[in-house]
């Protein structure tokens, strides 16, 4: 069984405060993107992971297909299977890659199995995972509160639209944009109503709090920013922690790079 785990960005980014879990409060619209990893998953006789496409850093037992089965393994007599990601999305990007796989990963064992998990079910198990990784049970944008686990579908319509990626190899640690933090707790704008006003209108109101921190450490990544405006974005921001830097068009955008530097990963995707 093959799917294609999607990529998301943050449509604004606000932490509220930290909670006695060591987690922090937040409020976010994720919106999933087309573009995608490939996720295939066979019955075998041993169980194995595989990998193609982008290099992917850090031991394999943490990888997050491979917790995502032995997670469903220990509720359920599951046979082995042959895992095989082929990596498209950059890692530590901001885009949710990772998570997109683990999860889309107990999507097909789900299916492969014949387990019945329920949407909520299989949320529950992707929290285990990861804070962000329930958002990728369904494929509609969701307004999300508490560590982001907190899902509620929201109205967003970027059809037709374009939308243009950007990451220049910056590597952003997450513990650090959290440090350099300035908490939000009294904030009185609505995000949810910001994102389901006209997008036009998302420029002067709509943030990701973590601008704020990642921005002064990495004036490049401002300056990715701005250039997205000077090219004709109508909204653009970083997603996440970072560094990915998108921008929201309304017709498809030249390169901003003349000169591509080794590093610069772009990816321009419609929005059909």
Known sequence: MILFPPAKINLGLKVLNKREDGFHNLETVFFQIPFCDILE???????????????IFGEEKNNLCIKAYELLKNDFDLEPVLVHLHKIIPMGAGLGGG????????LILNELFNLNL?????????????????????????????????????????????????????????????????????????????????????????ENNFETSVFPQNPELKSIKEKMYQ????????????????????????????????NIFEKIVCME
């Open 41 to 55: 998953i066979v019955k075998s006789e041993k169980f194995t992971f595989k990998s193609s496409g982008l290099t």
């Open 231 to 262: 090219n004709g974005a109508i909204y653009a921001s970083m997603t996440g922690t970072g560094s990915t830097i998108y921008g929201i068009f309304e017709k498809k955008p030249e390169s901003i790079f003349t000169n591509k530097q080794k």
């Open 99 to 106: 998570s997109a796989d683990g999860t889309y990963t107990l």
């Open 118 to 206: 329920s949407s909520e079910q299989l949320k529950e198990y992707a929290l285990i995972l990861g804070s962000d990784c329930p958002l990728f049970v369904e494929s509609f944008p969701q307004y999300a509160t508490g560590r982001g686990e907190v899902l509620e579908k929201i109205n967003v319509d970027l059809k037709g639209k374009y939308i243009y990626l950007i990451n220049n190899g910056t590597h952003i640690q997450t513990k650090q944009a959290f440090e350099n933090l300035k908490l939000n707790p009294n904030s009185e704008a609505n995000l949810k109503q910001l994102v389901e006003n006209d997008v036009l209108s998302w420029k002067e109101e709509l």
